[in-house]
């Protein structure tokens, strides 16, 4: 069994800064790739930016330039720093693990969810 923790959401100003993070326990040898994903009310869930086990990165081109994944392997713990946070930010922010099955990907776990609003 997989258990992620996430961590760090809440409510920010506009411009302002948050890092979210999300630790994972529990039967995980070696991870495939991490990621954020956010939904918004009424509207699908989206990847924001997903790091895999080589430290290539890949982000939703509407957070380009503002949000930062980063891991830490030892820690099993995936972080997204977001600067510059726009209203349209806001939403439901789910960590996502892949963990490896054989050589490739294997069936990811998610996160509960943290909320971030950004609102003045």
């Known amino acids: 069994q997989v258990q992620l923790v996430e961590s760090g959401g809440g409510l920010v100003q506009p411009g302002g800064s948050l890092r979210l993070s999300c630790a994972a326990s529990g039967s995980i040898f070696s991870i495939y790739a991490m990621g954020w994903y956010r939904q918004a009310p009424k509207k699908q869930r989206e990847l924001v930016a997903a790091?895999?086990?080589?430290?290539?990165?890949n982000y939703a081109d509407s957070v380009k330039g503002r949000f930062t994944i980063s891991r830490d392997n030892a820690k099993n713990t995936v972080y997204l720093q977001m600067n510059s946070l726009k209203p349209e930010d806001t939403a439901v922010y789910y960590c996502?693990?892949?963990?490896?099955?054989?050589?490739?990907?294997?069936?990811?776990?998610w996160g509960q969810g943290t909320q971030v609003t950004v609102s003045s």
């Open positions: 996502n693990i892949i963990p490896y099955s054989g050589a490739g990907p294997g069936i990811p776990y």
């Open positions: 790091i895999r086990s080589g430290g290539s990165t």
